[in-house]
C-alpha cells in the first residue's frame, strides 16, 4: 500500500503532557498537509510543507504546536503541555505541486484524546 | 466566519434515485471547488472538483454543478447506490482548501 500513512492511530494522554504525530506521505508528493477535524466539522486547515519548507501556517496553529519535515519526506506534528480542547482527528494529506495540486491524498487520521 | 458551508447535516436516498448534496461559499476568489467522500475510520478520498471558470464537471455517476453568482455548488450521483453512503465533504481553494462541515449521505436498498 504506497498511500498516506499516520502513526499512531489512537493517542490518549493527560493534560499536560506533550504528545508527537507522524505522517507519511506518498513518496513521490513533494507537499504535505496538516489539519484538524473535530466532531461535525470538517478539516480545518493547520499547516503545510513544499519539501522541507513550511510554507503557511493557520492561526489556528498556536505556539504550543509544531510541526517539522526535516528532509522532505515524512513529517511530525507535536503539540506540547496538552489541553482538553486539543482533542480531535488530526490529518495529514500530501500532493504534487505540478499536476494537480488540489487533489490531496488523506491519511487515515490520529484520533487525540486529551483526559 | 464559515466560509464554506454544507447546511444540511444529513440525507437520505433510496438506491438507484438521484442523490444532490449543496454546498454554498462565500468568497469569489475560490478558484477551485472539490468534493471529498469519507467514510468511517478512513481519511477523505477525493471525488470530483471543478474550476471556477466552468459550471459543470462530469465523472461517470457524479456531476458537480457551480453557480457563481449565486456562489453555490452542488453534487449529483445518479444513480445512487449503497456504497456510496458516506460524509461527503465540498472544499473550496484560495491557496489551501476550506472544507465544509459535512453532509452524510444514506442511500437505502
Known amino acids: 500500500d504506497t498511500g498516506v500513512s499516520q502513526d499512531p492511530r489512537h493517542k490518549i494522554t493527560k493534560r499536560g503532557q506533550n504528545v508527537t504525530f507522524r505522517c507519511d506521505p506518498i513518496s513521490e508528493h513533494n507537499r504535505l498537509y496538516w489539519y484538524r477535524q473535530t466532531l461535525g466539522q470538517g478539516p480545518e486547515f493547520l499547516t503545510y510543507?513544499?519539501?522541507?519548507?513550511?510554507?503557511?501556517k493557520s492561526r489556528l496553529l498556536s505556539d504550543r504546536f509544531s510541526a517539522e519535515r526535516p528532509k522532505g519526506s515524512f513529517s511530525t506534528l507535536e503539540i506540547q503541555r496538552t489541553e482538553q480542547g486539543d482533542s480531535a482527528m488530526y490529518l495529514c494529506?500530501?500532493?504534487?505541486?505540478?499536476?494537480?495540486?488540489?487533489?490531496?491524498?488523506f491519511g487515515p487520521g490520529t484520533r487525540l484524546t486529551v483526559t | 466566519d464559515q466560509q464554506v458551508k454544507q447546511n444540511s447535516p444529513s440525507l437520505s436516498v433510496q438506491e438507484g434515485r438521484i442523490s444532490i448534496l449543496n454546498c454554498d461559499y462565500t468568497?469569489?476568489?475560490?478558484?477551485?471547488f472539490l468534493w471529498y467522500k469519507k467514510y468511517p475510520a478512513e481519511g477523505p478520498t477525493f471525488l470530483i472538483s471543478i474550476s471556477s471558470i466552468k459550471d459543470k464537471n462530469e465523472d461517470g455517476r457524479f456531476t458537480v454543478f457551480l453557480n457563481k453568482s449565486a456562489k453555490h455548488l452542488s453534487l449529483h450521483i445518479v444513480p445512487s447506490q449503497p456504497g456510496d453512503s458516506a460524509v461527503y465533504f465540498c472544499a473550496s481553494r484560495l491557496g489551501k482548501l476550506i472544507f465544509g462541515q459535512g453532509t452524510e449521505l444514506s442511500v437505502k436498498p
Open positions: 468568497n469569489s476568489m475560490f478558484d477551485y
Open positions: 510543507f513544499q519539501n522541507e519548507a513550511q510554507l503557511e
Open positions: 494529506a500530501s500532493s504534487l505541486s505540478s499536476g494537480h495540486p488540489y487533489e490531496q491524498y
